[in-house]
């Protein structure tokens, strides 16, 4: 508590609303901004809520679409005849393609010249491919038919009876329809096009929060860049509330549903008109310094804290009289227009003090080719391959939960059948069964919301490796809890603790990094800090940290569906989460935390 208590004084004393200094120099930054071209003042000044709320937005039109596709995309393919170990690899396709190209766009976003920013153009494209990806899944099996698939090809004859036993004639019915089946060569386009949306809309999705996240970071200052990934991180826990609640209604009984053709395109309808809304107005939000300015002016250049400290050292007695005087006000009140250097400050009784330049706290960038850039996606230093693997099990923990559990829920909580055919008993538990997750899953993203409220407190309390570490182990014991007992309220109570590991895995890894650059503090050797000679892009790092979704996706494509046969039961995806966010934890607690 003692270093948390030291690092909360350190934060005030770099806050510009503490340090007249930095307000200042964020002042003079904020003046030049203005006079350029276009007004860039935005970039150099506190943000207020609404504005967060606005660069946050996107993250809820992202969750709004990861909500529909982890909801339905496991259901829909289970239900076009693919068993769960080739269903479980069609998971894999998508990270596989993530893992090499979310790094190389974190890259080429940190070096992107466009005069429409660095960030922006990458988030649009990918929203493109989100948008693509939301008509695919929902409608691949009626344009396969288009195409020429057999579909749904039963010719039943129900057993001829004379008794009125109800139970006895729905019963033989399921049985004569399971002898049927569903069959794979009869939705053969279907299943090439659904795949292929959900290539599109898992890949964009995941990679789409990387440059978002960079996005906001770049637009806020170092002191609030914790407050505004918390806003992000409560925006996606918002739109997965929304997103997984539309999904638990059954729209096929309102009139917006049967105008939509049925549950699935109503759900996939209402999310692609949110996604775009929320898209338009992030993407509308703040303008972008064009990095040829950036490199060229230096007074456009990002204020961190490593710049802050080094002016403050070499001019302390400057910072003594300005804290003791009104002359800093005054003279920025008198310097409104223009971005000299200060040429000497005037003390009470006439005499000159130090003179500042404004322009010495900033060291030239390195220019670092492409090259240098990929070569620092594998060679990191060991805070950040840490923070990684940490990552990487965590993620892995939370997709095992998250591509499964509505399967989860219609199998082993309803004791449904994916595959039984339509119009049965047997998939209309399921079908039940899914929406009930979605309810679950809908819990799961509102505690993410709420503990993402708390976050910041929880970590000035007890410390950021506690709160990291906990997180984790709260979350193994209850997909403990509930693989053991499937029951509905368990489904429902247990579904918090996925979202306080959600809410874990949107913060504190992006607080790491940012406190990494910002710091310039990558590792620490007998309390003090060493010089890290490898040039690294804050965009570049984020997009690692992010990119472990891919990894962890792609081994439990791999993995859970045999995992699945060998158990005989869904019960076993709750089990590997469970191992997989103790593993997470024992990796957290080797993380350097600045």
């Known amino acids: 508590m003692v270093g ?86 069609a998971w894999g396709l998508s990270p596989l393609i993530g893992f090499f190209v979310s790094p190389l766009l974190g890259s080429i976003s940190d070096r992107c010249k466009l005069r429409w920013g660095r960030r922006r153009p990458i988030i649009s494209l990918l929203s ?40 006895s004639a729905v019963a033989a019915l399921i049985s004569a ?8 060569a009869n939705f053969k386009f279907a299943i090439i096009l659904t795949i292929i949306g959900l290539v599109l809309l898992d890949f964009d999705a995941d990679t789409c929060q990387t440059p978002a996240r960079t996005y906001l970071l770049d637009m806020c200052l170092p002191e609030e860049q914790s407050k505004a990934l918390t806003t992000f991180t409560l925006f996606a826990g918002f739109g997965g509330t929304i997103g997984y609640a539309i999904g638990g209604i059954d729209w096929e009984t309102t009139q917006i549903g049967t105008f939509l053709g049925g549950n699935i395109p109503t759900v996939f309808s209402l999310v692609t008109i949110i996604f775009i809304i929320c898209y338009l107005i992030t993407i509308t939000t703040f303008r ?31 910072i003594y009289y300005i804290q003791e005087t009104t002359t800093l006000e005054l003279q920025m009140a008198n310097d409104l227009k223009t971005v000299d250097t200060i040429n000497g400050y005037q003390n009470s009784s006439g005499g000159q003090i130090k003179t500042l330049d404004v322009n010495t706290e900033i060291e030239e960038t390195p220019k670092v080719s492409l090259c240098g850039y ?12 840490m923070l990684a693997l940490t990552n990487l099990f965590c993620w892995m923990g939370h997709v095992t939960y998250c591509l499964y559990f509505t399967d989860f829920v219609g199998q082993a909580v309803f004791n449904g059948d994916p595959q039984a055919p339509p119009n049965s008993l047997a998939l209309q538990l399921y079908n039940e069964g899914v929406r009930f997750g979605c309810w679950g899953m809908s819990i799961y993203a509102f505690s993410c919301s709420i503990y993402s409220l708390t976050v910041t407190k929880l970590m000035k309390w007890f410390g950021t490796k506690a709160v990291y570490i906990s997180g984790m182990i709260y979350y193994g014991v209850g997909m403990l809890i509930l693989g053991l007992w499937p029951t509905k309220w368990g489904v429902l109570f247990f579904s918090t603790s996925a979202g306080i590991l959600y809410g874990t895995l949107f913060t504190m890894p992006y607080i790491l990094v940012a406190n990494y650059h910002s710091k310039n ?11 890290l000679k490898q040039a690294r892009g804050l965009g570049t790092d984020v997009a690692i940290i992010s990119s472990m979704v891919f990894v962890a996706q792609l081994v439990v494509a791999l993995c859970v569906g045999p995992l699945i046969d060998w158990v005989q039961g869904t019960c076993a995806i709750l089990y590997a989460s469970t191992f997989l966010s103790f593993t997470a934890a024992i990796f957290a607690m080797f993380v350097l935390y600045v």
């Not at 503090?521 to 010089?531: A, L």
Request: charged residues 20%.
């Open 374 to 385: 990929l070569k620092s996606i594998f060679i990191m230093p060991h805070s950040m391959r």
């Open 128 to 167: 493109l491919g989100i948008f693509f990806g939301l008509v695919l899944v929902p409608y691949g099996k009626d344009l396969g038919s288009l195409l020429g698939d057999v579909g749904y090809n039963y010719t039943l004859t129900p057993p001829i009876s004379n008794s009125y036993d109800n139970v």
């Open 4 to 89: 948390v208590t030291a690092d909360t004084a350190q934060a005030a004393q770099l806050s510009s609303a503490n340090n007249p200094m930095i307000k200042y120099m964020l002042k003079q930054r904020e003046n030049h901004a203005k006079e350029q071209d276009a007004d860039y003042s935005h970039v150099f000044r506190r943000k207020t809520s609404f504005e967060l709320y606005r660069l946050s937005a996107i993250a809820m039109a992202i969750e709004f679409a990861y909500a529909a596709e982890t909801s339905f995309v496991t259901p829909i393919l289970l239900q076009i005849g693919i068993d769960h170990t080739h269903m479980t690899m």
């Open 521 to 531: 503090c990558f590792r620490v050797r007998n309390g003090e800090t060493v010089p």
């Open 177 to 184: 329809e399971s002898e049927v089946g569903t069959s794979v």
């Open 288 to 318: 972008e310094i064009p990095l040829k300015l950036i490199e060229s002016d230096e007074l456009l250049r990002p204020l961190s804290e490593t710049a802050i400290k080094r002016e403050l050292k070499k001019n302390n007695n400057a």
